[in-house]
């Protein structure tokens, strides 16, 4: 294990009914609602939150229509309000999409210049408006870490960055908030949580036993739990379990003690939705898979682990590489068996844009950790991904 410090300041609220915890969090506090779409209107997540926060005496200033892949123009118009507005603390309220945009309109609030140079590094990140959320989607694990991604839609551009100062104050998770989360949203998050849980484990560090098995738990809970949950998408203990293990799969908990992980898949997808705006936990289902058979040619180690510990395949008469490319094909069927989407001409995806994709994938240099990656291996994941 390598040396290393932890520390997650955020208080986590979790189970049925947390919600009362937030008027005292908020009171009397000047608070910006932001939230996407409109769908917490049709259930009873935004009465439940307008009703603490009118019991807390909060001022309130909403700003909804948050888009899917967070795009930099409704960061500006965050930033504009919380400066204008003089808000207190900003509330998030709903997925992962609208909790990045939060973070990014926090760091803005608190500079003067354009918060585009605060997420491409051209100045460093000082300070935020404190950030509560409340989640409404398990995926991203965005609620619990400091992490946010942010599209600009102008310049095709979706780049991740972080900062401790993001790291929300407080988050509430009620797993009935997810309750009305489509079969297709369901999907994705599945996805997204076990693709974290994935990067982390293809890892450069030695003996990380610990680390290792709780990665491995954390995927054979999410393999057993997520078709029940997609049976029965308003179970209570299912959306429960998916919701912990989607928040623990990014807290930096699967970090502890090692490299950190691979990251290049996200990096792919990243450049794909700056593009094309696809669902992000789509673009992982198609391109993770590929990752893994176009880095287990060269390594098969810790794909062989995958294989053995996650899916049970046994390594009887077989190579290392075999036993590898086995954990491969388990891991697409599963996500298969979910009808989580495979190749990216799902979303009408083809060639024509691939030197375009790679471009933005290399926007930062320094690409995958368990292996390296150059533009012909990134090529050759996304042509394997058609």
Not at 13 to 38: A, P, R, W
Request: glycine share 8%; proline share 4%.
């Amino acid at each position: 294990m390598n040396i290393f410090s932890q520390h997650n300041p955020t208080k986590l609220y979790f189970g049925k009914g947390q919600i009362s915890q937030l008027s005292t969090e908020v009171e009397k506090k000047k608070v910006l609602v932001v939230y996407g779409g409109g769908s917490i209107k049709q259930n009873e997540v935004y009465e439940d939150v307008m009703k603490e926060l009118n019991k807390a005496e909060a001022t309130i200033v909403e700003l909804p229509g948050v888009e899917q892949n967070p795009r930099l123009t409704t960061v500006h118009r965050g930033v504009e309000m919380c400066k204008s507005q003089e808000i207190d603390i900003l509330l998030a309220v709903g997925g992962g999409s609208v909790i990045d945009c939060t973070k990014a309109m926090a760091i803005g609030a608190k500079y003067d210049g354009d918060v585009w140079d605060l997420i491409t590094r051209k100045a460093p990140i000082e300070s935020a408006l404190p950030i509560g959320t409340v989640l409404t989607l398990a995926a991203t694990g965005s609620e619990m870490n400091p992490i946010s991604v942010i599209s600009n839609w102008e310049t095709k551009d979706k780049l991740g960055w972080g900062s401790p100062h993001v790291f929300p104050r407080f988050s509430i998770l009620d797993p009935t908030y997810t309750f009305s989360v489509s079969r297709k949203q369901t999907v994705y998050g599945i996805v997204d949580s076990m693709s974290h849980a994935l990067e982390h484990y293809f890892h450069r560090t030695k003996n990380t036993p610990m680390i290792d098995g709780f990665i491995e738990s954390l995927l054979r809970t999410a393999i057993e739990t997520g078709p029940k949950l997609l049976d029965d998408l308003t179970s209570y203990d299912h959306r429960e379990t998916m919701m912990y293990i989607s928040t623990t799969a990014f807290n930096e908990t699967l970090s502890n003690g090692t490299d950190g992980g691979d990251w290049a898949t996200h990096r792919i997808e990243h450049a794909i939705s700056a593009v094309y705006d696809i669902p992000h936990g789509g673009g992982l289902a198609i391109l993770f898979p590929h990752w893994l058979e176009h880095v287990l040619e060269e390594d098969p180690s810790r794909a062989k682990m995958l294989a053995m510990n996650v899916f049970g395949i046994s390594d009887e008469g077989k190579s290392d590489l075999e036993v590898a490319r086995d954990g491969a094909k388990a891991l697409r069927a599963f996500w298969d068996s979910l009808n989580a989407p495979n190749r990216l001409s799902d979303y009408s995806i083809d060639d024509k844009d691939i030197e375009l994709i790679i471009d933005k994938t290399f926007i930062k240099p320094g690409v995958g950790v368990y292996k390296e990656l150059d533009r012909e291996s990134v090529k050759d994941i996304l042509i394997r991904s058609l």
